[in-house]
């Protein structure tokens, strides 16, 4: 089974200033990642995946993410946030097929102006 | 093109009453997978179904079963409903090959 950590659970930023959001993972198999955020009251949105290839992926908002496999990470980063971007976000693993996605606790971004 | 629609949105029911959630996958999309949200939680994975049938089940009990349409829409059920139920149930779907998700915006089932 696979279990996915991510290491804060609030993570206060100043508008336009750069935010990076921790995800750690551990799985005996190789895993697929996501990054989904998810507003007030709403469902997930999905903000970036991997699934093979280059290590560096982008995703939508301005947001990307780094797949390091010799320290299970998988980083969500924004050079430049905005208070639009003030939400739940989630990382996820899965096997694929008929796995389902395995969540961490979801990281609360709060942008100060 | 449609994405997942999910009804209700929000219900309130009795402790130990049976509750059926409604869930229309997007257009393509034959798997479908249900999760579970508690508050200040991350979702945590009930079960998926493709082509009609249970592929895959996480942690729960059997008191919650689904079913697959063959239009791919989806329901689950949740029997003798417990107050820990109460959460955001969350319906995703795929085209089948389980690494493209798509999620609803949730149904709030509050057990009183």
């Known amino acids: ?113 | 093109e449609t994405g997942v629609t999910q009804s209700p949105t929000h219900l309130i029911k009795t402790r130990g009453q049976q509750v059926t959630l409604r869930c229309s996958s997007q257009s393509g999309h034959n798997t479908v997978s249900w999760y579970q949200q508690a508050l200040g939680q991350g979702p945590q994975f009930i079960f998926q179904y493709y082509r009609e049938e249970e592929n895959g089940r996480g942690n729960f009990p059997p008191r919650f079963s689904g079913l697959q349409f063959p239009n791919y829409s989806s329901e689950l059920n949740v029997n003798a409903l417990e107050l820990d139920d109460s959460a955001l149930y969350l319906c995703a779907s795929s085209s089948g090959t389980g690494i493209g998700y798509t999620f609803g915006s949730g149904t709030r089932l509050t057990v009183v």
């Open chain 1, 1 to 113: 089974a696979q279990s996915v950590t991510q290491l804060d659970s609030q993570v206060p930023v100043f508008e336009e200033a750069p935010v990076e959001l921790r995800c750690n993972y551990s799985s005996s198999v190789s895993v697929y990642l996501f990054w989904y955020v998810q507003y007030p009251n709403q469902g997930l949105q999905l903000l970036l995946k991997y699934l093979s290839g280059s290590t560096l992926v982008k995703g939508i908002n301005g947001f990307e993410a780094e797949f390091n496999k010799s320290q299970t990470s998988f980083h969500l980063r924004k050079p430049s946030v905005h208070i639009s971007d003030t939400a739940e976000y989630f990382c996820a693993v899965t096997r694929g097929g008929a796995d389902g996605l395995t969540f961490g606790k979801g990281t609360h971004l709060i942008i100060q102006p």
